[in-house]
């Protein structure tokens, strides 16, 4: 069993809670964290880099000069690659970087770089955020530095959509707020501590179906 700290919404220490790791697998699968890293970096490639072979460069294609008895080097266009504004030999064209993995070895991935956090002590669990009240950018500025112990990079994570809670911290540098539904292996491990609230733990380890929510929902998904 793994211990994980609980806080209150002010900071202060409220319990341990105890994780079954079998929950997250047999054990941190590597070559599935590596695979799933690098897709997930591929695919944020945009793959529009583009530079002019010398049939896109503009001009005549005459040769400029006699082959021989000039003195000069040899030259067949001024399009060559060797010339100052001619074109790129063997440059990048836009391409797809995208990269596909199985479902089941992101899952995989995903549930090693967990386990791994919690190895390494790294995720912390908070009962709730401002209860009654939408959360306040400064009130979770606070309880983050009371909670890590300095300026370090977040993960929080929520049982559902929580509107009102990412737009407390999207102005929050190296602080990131996603449902346990959407993290990847590559934003697990990103970050350098991982903070949970109750509900969303319960997901996360199998206690509660994935449609649970930390809070209401209005009409049209708006929390």
């Not at 699968?29 to 880099?49: C, D, T, W, Y």
């Not at 294609?61 to 008895?69: I, S, T």
Request: one cysteine or more; a positive charge.
């Amino acid at each position: 069993m793994l211990k994980v700290p609980c806080y209150h919404p002010d900071g202060r220490f409220a319990e341990l809670l105890e994780i079954d790791e079998t929950a997250f697998g047999s054990g941190i699968h590597r070559i599935a964290l590596k695979s799933a890293v690098v897709a997930h970096l591929a695919n944020q490639r945009q793959g529009n880099a583009s530079s002019r072979e010398r049939s896109e460069i503009a001009g005549a294609r005459r040769k400029p000069w006699a082959q021989k008895h000039t003195g000069r080097a040899r030259a067949g266009a001024p399009q060559s690659s060797i010339w100052v504004g001619g074109g790129k030999a063997h440059g990048p064209k836009p391409r797809d970087y995208r990269q596909y993995l199985p479902q089941k070895v992101r899952q995989l991935a995903r549930a090693s770089a967990v386990l791994s956090r919690l190895r390494d002590g790294a995720i912390a669990a908070i009962t709730s955020f401002a209860p009654g009240d939408p959360p306040k950018t400064k009130a979770i500025a606070q309880v983050l530095r009371k909670i890590g112990r300095g300026p370090v990079t977040w993960l929080i994570g929520t049982a559902g959509p929580h509107a009102a809670l990412y737009r407390a911290v999207r102005n929050l540098p190296g602080v990131q707020c996603l449902p346990v539904q959407d993290w990847n292996a590559y934003a697990v491990l990103r970050a350098r501590r991982v903070l949970l609230t109750r509900t969303a733990l319960d997901v996360l380890t199998g206690k509660a179906p994935a449609t649970t929510r930390d809070v209401p929902v209005r009409a049209g998904g708006a929390v």
